[in-house]
């Protein structure tokens, strides 16, 4: 039973755009999650795929197999939000809102993954 977490902070992309992609990852192995982030055309896709593999070079490091793990979970947090404004009409303007994310993604080995079933 070992739990193992990385995180990434001040992404800019919108927690909205992440979110539908680091759904579909829960449950997969490691070795899938990062076959998925590779191959998707999503931009969240691109972030969650150098975090997960961050996370392969850590458990290398570390001396862990990275074969026995599977994504427990993926967080996808709202992170700070830039300001800035788009000019107008007669001296107006309209905001844009610049939103960043914050990951935060859970891997848990096999024995985890048998006891939950």
């Not at 994504?71 to 000019?87: I, N």
């Amino acid at each position: 039973m070992m739990k193992v977490s990385a995180s990434a902070r001040f992404i800019r992309i919108s927690p909205s755009k992440v979110r539908p992609f680091a759904r579909r990852l829960s449950g997969l192995s490691l070795e899938q999650a990062m076959t998925a982030a590779r191959f998707s055309p999503q931009k969240g896709a691109f972030y969650i795929g150098k975090l997960l593999k961050s996370m392969a070079a850590n458990l290398a490091a570390g001396k862990l197999n990275g074969e026995d793990f599977f994504v427990s979970k993926v967080a996808v947090e709202k992170g700070p939000v830039l300001k800035r404004f788009w000019p107008r009409s007669r001296g107006m303007v309209s905001p844009v809102l610049k939103r960043m994310s914050h990951l935060k993604i859970v891997l848990v080995d096999k024995a985890e993954k048998k006891g939950k079933e």
